[in-house]
Nanobody, 119 residues
Framework: QVQLVESGGGLVQPGGSLRLSCVAS????????MGWYRQAPGKQRELVATITPGGTTTYADSVKGRFTISRDIAENTVYLQMNSLEQKDTAVYYC?????????????WGQGTQVTVSS
C-alpha cells in the first residue's frame, strides 16, 4: 500500500513563500504523474499543478508565475514552491500520485496540509 506524507504547510503573510513536500512510501514505484490540489472552505477541490517523471508541468492559471512544481524521482518526492502568496491561496493542499501497478493505474492522496495566508 502506497502512502503519501505531506509537510511544509503553515501560516504566512501575504507576499510570503512556503515550500510543500510530499513523499511516497515504497520502492520501484511506476509513477505516471504527480500533482498538487487544494480545497478552500466551501469550495471544491481544484488542481494546482502537475508534473510527470519526465518533467512536463501544468499549472492552474491562478498560480502561474508564482508557484513551481518539481520532483525528485529517486526519492519519490514532489515539491510545490509557492511564492507571492495571496489570501486567496488559503486552503488545504493535497498531493496526488497516479501510480501504475501491473497494468492498472491507481490514484493516491496525501492527508492534506493547511496553508493559511493572512496578515
Amino acid at each position: 500500500q502506497v502512502q503519501l506524507v505531506e509537510s511544509g504547510g503553515g501560516l504566512v503573510q501575504p507576499g510570503g513563500s512556503l515550500r510543500l513536500s510530499c513523499v511516497a512510501s515504497g520502492s520501484a514505484l511506476r509513477i505516471l504523474v504527480m500533482g498538487w490540489y487544494r480545497q478552500a472552505p466551501g469550495k471544491q477541490r481544484e488542481l494546482v499543478a502537475t508534473i510527470t517523471p519526465g518533467g512536463t508541468t501544468t499549472y492552474a492559471d491562478s498560480v502561474k508565475g508564482r508557484f513551481t512544481i518539481s520532483r525528485d524521482i529517486a526519492e519519490n518526492t514532489v515539491y510545490l514552491q509557492m511564492n507571492s502568496l495571496e489570501q486567496k491561496d488559503t486552503a488545504v493542499y493535497y498531493c496526488n500520485y497516479r501510480i501504475l501497478v501491473l497494468s492498472t493505474g491507481y490514484t493516491y492522496w496525501g492527508q492534506g496540509t493547511q496553508v493559511t495566508v493572512s496578515s
